[in-house]
């Protein structure tokens, strides 16, 4: 019997907290970010993916690897 590690993210968040982020684009470009109600976050195949917004619809979703930087909460 094999058992799966869970990664663990870098950056830890509060949950129902807003966050500025700086997020690190695929051209290296930096952008700062001001997310709102921090979600959760969830372990997939490409790694962890930090969860924010108000309503499920307008979640939007940060890889942990990305973040370069976390202000917060705001």
Do not use: N, S
């Amino acid at each position: 019997m094999t058992t799966k590690t869970v990664p663990v993210p870098r950056y830890r968040f509060e949950r129902d907290t807003r966050y500025l982020v700086t997020i690190v684009d695929d051209d290296g470009g930096r952008a700062d970010h001001r997310l709102d109600a921090y979600q959760g976050w969830l372990a997939g195949p490409d790694g962890i993916r930090h969860r924010f917004g108000a309503h499920r619809r307008a979640r939007t979703e940060v890889r942990d690897d990305r973040i370069k930087a976390t202000v917060g909460p705001i």
